[in-house]
């Protein structure tokens, strides 16, 4: 989608929500004040610099690592290339603001961009040094001038997401109830994935991007490292098997970029890894090392908020009894074969059919189902129907045996769906004996908690199912292509 504001040549994919938020701003009669945040690599700066055309009456980048002094220097540096008359260094934050008042006002407007005046600040947390009350001192420039003068559109990005929500969303200061418009950037859908494979001549079948989106997930700039004259398994190993890879690091500047003391952060999602079905919070805490402290309750908000862990409650227990599922598909495989299999050259074409890969397989695709849960329920043909997701986890008794199921639609109408998933090259095949599985999992479901509702069996498989006896037992199927809907 292209902005009628932007001069850029290029095609945004997707992100057709924010765009509008963006030209609605441009339109504006007031100041506005954007925030966009979204996790490393999910698009933040490649969309406003496309949307805007880089015109920007100022732009500054933070720079990671440095302290006050250097990133007040390097913003001086900035307003000077930007037009500011020769003068001192700021000695804080309320000085160099008042710099850019200064450069702003001797700007006059883009009349492409509706006349206004855009201040772009990109890794606003990288900004804020302890002790630098800079926070503070944005929230005076925001409130005092900016905020009065009608025609500027000041954005700010962030990819440390718990940051921005503690200090710009939740902030009781400077900038409390201040930002008039806020932008979630989220990984791609399957079917956003499809139009950039589209746009870039991959030439892929829906099962191949399925593959892929289980290995980078939704996030556009790993995307952007497919090299389309390749195979998908070529680019994989390429990508992470190869001497010097370049998705090898990612993992840890991944968390070091987003996180205050990243090793926490670490530390949780490698014990999810341990125990794929999802875990309570006192479980994390246990196996983690992480004691159970408001620190251990805010890292696992910022880990949800953040897109790696998802809260599945379970229907017939209250928060304590809450599962924590991983939900990055990026970082299960890192783990699964980067950090664990120490693989050679060429693992990911060689190791194709193996048992491993076809466990991965299962899990990964579970993740892509969690992620596309409204198009599930779309395809259910209740997608106006109040709907709400539970995982399910149970120990054995005297009727039944321990059970577990990863995903429950209970809906309003009176109807659960229990949902299974299948990802496999060929039509699945259901057989007797997991068939009788289903229906015992059915049965206790039903007899346990939903006595009062009619309980049926979903399977959402990737290439369908071998039409047997079995297979007509099964209320409803989910297709590859639903998930491929908007």
């Known amino acids: 989608m292209k902005s009628k504001f932007s001069q ?11 765009i509008e938020i963006l030209t609605e701003a441009l339109a504006s009669s007031h100041s506005e004040f954007i925030a966009i945040y979204g996790r490393r690599r999910i698009g933040k700066t490649y969309l406003v610099k496309e949307f805007m055309g880089n015109t920007y009456t100022f732009s500054y980048t933070g720079v990671e690592d440095y302290n006050t002094k250097q990133q007040l220097s390097e913003f001086h540096r900035t307003l ?24 702003v006002e001797s700007k006059k407007g883009f009349p492409k961009l509706g006349g206004k005046k855009v201040i772009f600040i990109d890794e606003l947390p990288w900004m804020d040094a302890r002790g630098s009350d800079f926070v503070k001192a944005l929230g005076h420039f925001w409130n005092d001038w900016a905020a009065w003068t009608k025609n500027i559109v000041m954005i700010i990005c962030g990819s440390a997401t718990s940051w921005m929500v503690k200090k710009v969303f939740s902030s009781k200061g400077g900038l409390y109830n201040r930002i008039t418009r806020q932008i979630e950037l989220t990984s791609f859908t399957l079917n956003e994935c499809e139009k950039f494979s589209t746009a870039h001549k991959f030439n892929w079948s829906r099962h191949l991007i399925t593959e892929a989106y289980m290995i980078f997930g939704g996030v556009p700039y790993y995307w952007t ?3 389309p004259a390749k195979s998908l398994s070529a680019n994989i190993d390429f990508l992470f098997f190869s001497e010097n ?22 530390s949780i999602v490698k014990t999810l890894i341990e125990k794929k079905g999802g875990m309570t919070a006192k479980e994390i805490s246990e196996k983690s090392g992480v004691g159970m402290s408001a620190k251990f309750t805010e890292i696992l908000t910022n880990l949800k908020l953040s897109g790696f862990v998802i809260e599945m409650p379970q229907p017939t227990k209250k928060q304590r009894g809450v599962l924590f599922k991983l939900a990055d598909n990026f970082t299960l495989f890192y783990h699964d074969f980067v950090l664990k299999k120490k693989a050679r050259t060429n693992y ?31 395809a259910l043909g209740v997608g106006g129907v109040y709907c709400e997701y539970f995982a399910w986890s149970v120990p054995g008794n ?21 949902c299974e998933m ?9 057989s007797p004996v997991y068939l009788a599985e289903m229906n015992l999992r059915r049965s206790r479901y039903q007899q346990e908690v939903a006595p009062k509702k009619g309980v049926q069996l979903t399977m959402v498989a990737s290439s369908g199912l071998v039409k047997n006896p079995q297979a007509s037992e099964i209320n ?7 998930l491929f809907q908007p």
Request: proline share 5%; aromatic share 12%; net charge neutral.
């Open 8 to 18: 850029s040549t290029m095609t945004i994919i997707g992100r057709d929500a924010p």
């Open 80 to 103: 000077l290339r930007y037009g500011l008359p020769k003068c001192g260094k700021p000695q804080n934050w309320f000085d160099a603001f008042d710099m850019l008042r200064t450069l």
């Open 225 to 227: 490292l497919i090299d």
């Open 245 to 266: 890879a370049p998705m090898k690091i990612e993992y840890h500047v991944l968390f070091k970029s987003m996180f205050t003391a990243p090793e926490r952060y670490e």
């Open 348 to 378: 990911w074409a060689t190791h194709q059919n193996t048992g491993t890969m076809n466990s991965w397989r299962g899990l990964a695709f579970e993740r892509v189902c969690y992620r596309h849960i409204h198009q599930i329920q779309k």
């Open 398 to 418: 005297d009727s039944y045996p321990a059970m577990q199921i990863d995903m429950i639609i209970d809906r309003a109408d009176g109807i659960v769906n229990i």
């Open 422 to 430: 299948k990802f496999t090259n060929s039509p699945f095949s259901i």
């Open 476 to 482: 409803s199927v989910i297709s590859l292509d639903d």
